[in-house]
T-cell receptor, first 113, second 110 residues
Framework: EAQVTQNPRYLITVTGKKLTVTCSQN?????MSWYRQDPGLGLRQIYY???????DKGDVPEGYKVSRKEKRNFPLILESPSPNQTSLYFC????????????FGPGTRLTVL | KNEVEQSPQNLTAQEGEFITINCSYS?????LHWLQQHPGGGIVSLFM???GKKKHGRLIATINIQEKHSSLHITASHPRDSAVYIC????????????FGQGTRLTINP
């Protein structure tokens, strides 16, 4: 089954404790992206990757890091989480550009205390 | 700057009604996505349009490129259609990026 998986689905952590949210897709997609969703602000792009070892900043990259060492995986790293990073995070993948169908992961609800 | 504007923000209707959600977008966006997000969070892609019209079951999406406007219609609406519907523009000046509308919260009462 074609899918995008994220782990963990729920995470409560404390300020400053490094964490990684994993994202994996099994569709051999080149393009992967991370979004955060906040009430009243909608979905905003954090980082995206056009292929292995090719990543770029989205609209709200501050406080986040990503890596793309393998085509299928695109982890989101919070080196020193802060309460303003409490949000619902989605990973997505597609074959290519923003003109292709997007496949979203189930979401990760992160709370930073 | 690419922008996407959705209306209405909230919509409540009775079961069976015909529903229309609108999306306007700025110059440079060449494809329009319609997404559905149910309570509990998961996002599903409904349609991707660059021209014309697409239909899937009771859902119909149209796009008017000249007017930079897209609509999502739901015929014979049902309570299970209650969700947030999001339009997103792609293929613009940041060709790898999507620009999202704020979403329309649809509630269908039985």
């Amino acid at each position: 089954e074609a899918q995008v998986t994220q782990n963990p689905r729920y995470l409560i952590t404390v300020t400053g404790k490094k964490l990684t949210v994993t994202c994996s897709q099994n569709m051999n997609h080149e393009y992967m992206s991370w979004y955060r969703q906040d009430p009243g602000l909608g979905l905003r792009q954090i980082y995206y990757s056009m292929n292995v070892e090719v990543t770029d900043k989205g609209d709200v990259p501050e406080g986040y890091k990503v890596s793309r060492k393998e085509k299928r995986n695109f982890p989101l790293i919070l080196e020193s989480p802060s309460p303003n990073q409490t949000s619902l995070y989605f990973c997505a993948s597609s074959r290519g550009k923003g003109t292709d169908t997007q496949y979203f992961g189930p979401g990760t609800r992160l709370t930073v205390l | 700057k690419n922008e996407v504007e959705q209306s209405p923000q909230n919509l409540t209707a009775q079961e069976g009604e015909f529903i229309t959600i609108n999306c306007s977008y700025s110059v440079g966006i060449s494809a329009l996505h319609w997404l559905q997000q149910h309570p509990g969070g998961g996002i599903v892609s409904l349609f991707m349009l660059s021209s014309g019209k697409k239909k899937h079951g009771r859902l119909i999406a149209t796009i008017n490129i000249q007017e930079k406007h897209s609509s999502l219609h739901i015929t014979a609406s049902h309570p299970r259609d209650s969700a947030v519907y999001i339009c997103a523009g792609g293929g613009g000046s940041g060709a790898q990026k999507l620009v999202f509308g704020q979403g329309t919260r649809l509630t269908i009462n039985p």
